[in-house]
């Protein structure tokens, strides 16, 4: 199975700043039709996950573009550019290129 | 609007069955593959099964394959997930996804507890 790393695994942030999470993955993500299945997840307390990112740096409708992922083969970052109070909670990168779909270990997010 | 609404959840003992159903509605359900997803209390989330739009062609996490079926009706807009033998490891929140997509439900809880 492909193990998605994430990079910290706890990332205190200050309101306004920026943040940024890294991924690695332990084998290539490039799909046969060429493309990178690479997303990245929110997950508030008690609510479902929900996709922010897919195919590496295309937000999903309605997600603030404060939001940004880059990367490229196994190595991708998904950054903030300026934290706000209601992105507190734990983020996933998961990939969809090899089965099973794997997610990362998650990194929780919270405000100094 | 997308929506995905799970039921079937509950208690049951270890070596017991569930079966849980998502009903599909918003779009054009027999299009698009189908998933369902869980999540262990406190740990991140795990995905089970997808089938393709037609017939029953399906994949399987390992831990899973031999003890659930993931199957589809078209005609009533549902994906279900059939779980036999359970163990207390498949105690979970489990969501139905429409997959490669950002759709999720809200969940159906399943404890397996003796």
Redesign the interface.
Known sequence: DVVMTQSPLSLPVTLGQPASISCRSSQSLVYSDGNVYLNWFHQRPGQSPRRLIYMISKRESGVPDRFSGSGSGVDFILKISRVEAEDVGVFYCMQNTHWPWTFGQGTKVEVK | EVQLVESGGGWVQPGGSLRLSCAASGFSFSSFWMSWVR?APGR????VA?IKQIGSEA?Y??SVKGRFAISRDNAKNTVYLQMNNLRVEDTALY?CAR????Y????TLVTVSS
């Open positions: 999540q991140g989330p795990e995905w997808n994949d996490v390992e969501y997959s490669r997509s950002g999720w439900g809200q969940g």
